[in-house]
């Protein structure tokens, strides 16, 4: 056997006794059921595991089956996906699961080139649902697995580079390709019950490829990695050569960009002006409450809202700020609270939205009630939840 051949046989054994104590009991690792786990990972794109949980329970519960996804209306599939923010995902979700439907009779397909012909999943989310439900030695490589294998293998170049990507890849599939089947290995899948509480032992690819992912989350991380207790510690080149604190080398990072909103909730007659965004848009399908990109410092609101709607409000409230960000944006909103005089009809309003926004956009007036029903993105629901709170909703103990 190769030093090499010998390395990868030695962490697989030490990744996958380390992955049987120690993975964290989560929803999705006590069922192999395909669907079930695709929905996780195309959740845990961009999204942290403790705000995927009660995501993923609600979206099992309501839309249990593909069938049942690819039939979901869009109000009832955005609903489910607000907060996770990226929507783009819930509606390549829903066209795979109709492709599913119309190409596989249903059932989630098993070849690896058909799971990666689905919109909305690449090579990573192929390969994890391909080992992780089905036990195929599909590798995967994610950020997490970048930093664990770029560490435990000492490479110090960029792993987004094309040659240096290409050899992660190889790694991880070297790492996968070992795993099955494994002697430490006890069981089968099928001997598992699939409700089982403990996330158990299932089998060798399905097992390694997680045992990477949940070193990356709990062990190997960005900053502070425990190696002392790391169970490939013996194994790891940046351990042995005290360089952990250098990898991975990403290179330099784009500055963050500042961008600066001003929306405005106007109020008659305790109803509320929302409209949904378009498609093609950034967050298309969502409903928000009117609003305008400004240049930061240079904008008062009160005259922009009358150059903007054509009239002077009865009363103009500063409500609140909210602060995000989204990829490379450091995005800050400032709304405020428009009452309309009583002569402003809602219909008057409404025509004013083809001023303000797009054309096609749909526009209502609703109480925070009947707001609470639809799905807004994160900021814009923050000022759903003040104004509710101000009109003393009962839904805003659930908003
Ligand atoms: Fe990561 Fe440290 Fe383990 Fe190496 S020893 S894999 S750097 S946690």
Not at 257 to 279: N, W, Y
Request: aromatic content about 8%; hydrophobic content about 40%.
């Amino acid at each position: 056997m190769t030093p090499r051949r010998r390395k990868t046989s030695a962490l697989v054994k030490n990744l996958l006794e380390w992955y049987s104590k120690n993975a964290r009991d989560l929803p999705w690792r006590r069922t192999h059921d395909p669907y079930a786990v695709w929905v996780s990972e195309i959740m845990l794109q961009q999204t942290q595991v403790k705000t995927v949980i009660p995501f993923w329970e609600r979206w099992q519960r309501e839309l249990p089956t593909i069938a049942a996804a690819a039939s979901a209306g869009s109000d009832q599939l955005h609903k489910l996906w607000e907060g996770l923010g990226y929507y783009t995902r819930v509606r390549n979700l829903q066209k795979a699961a109709q492709l599913i439907v119309t190409r596989h009779a249903g059932k989630f397909p098993e070849r690896f080139d058909d799971i990666l012909a689905l919109p909305g999943i690449g090579r990573y989310t192929a390969g994890a649902i391909a080992s992780i439900a089905l036990n195929q030695p599909a590798p995967i490589l994610d950020g997490n697995v970048i930093r664990v294998l770029t560490r435990l293998f000492g490479i110090a170049e960029n792993p987004k580079a094309k040659p240096t990507n290409k050899r992660l890849w190889q790694l991880a599939e070297e790492l996968v390709k070992t795993a099955q089947p494994h002697p430490s290995i006890r069981g089968s899948r099928r001997q598992q019950a699939p409700d089982s509480k403990s996330p158990g032992r299932p089998d060798g690819c399905s097992a390694l490829n997680q045992s990477l992912m949940e070193l990356g989350a709990l062990v190997c991380t960005p900053r502070s990695p425990q190696c002392p207790v790391c169970p490939a510690k013996k194994l790891c080149v940046a351990f042995r050569e005290n360089r952990v604190a250098e990898l991975p080398h990403l290179g330099l990072r784009l500055k963050p960009t500042a961008r600066h909103f001003v929306a405005f909730a106007l109020e008659q007659d305790g109803k509320f002006l929302v409209r949904q965004r378009p498609a093609g848009r950034v967050n298309a399908h969502l409903w928000e409450f009117p609003n305008l990109e400004v240049e930061e410092g240079k904008a008062d609101a009160e005259k922009l809202f009358k150059s903007e709607f054509g009239f002077a409000a009865q009363r103009f409230l500063p409500l609140l700020t909210v602060r995000h960000s989204i990829t490379r944006y450091r995005i800050t909103l400032e709304a405020f609270q428009v009452h309309l005089a009583a002569a402003k009809s809602p219909t008057t309003a409404l025509s004013l939205r083809s001023s303000a926004t797009d054309a096609e956009t749909a526009a209502a007036w609703k109480t925070p009630a009947q707001m609470h029903e639809l799905a807004f993105p994160s900021a814009h629901r923050k000022i759903l939840r003040v104004l509710a709170a101000r009109a003393s909703c009962p839904c805003v103990s659930t908003a």
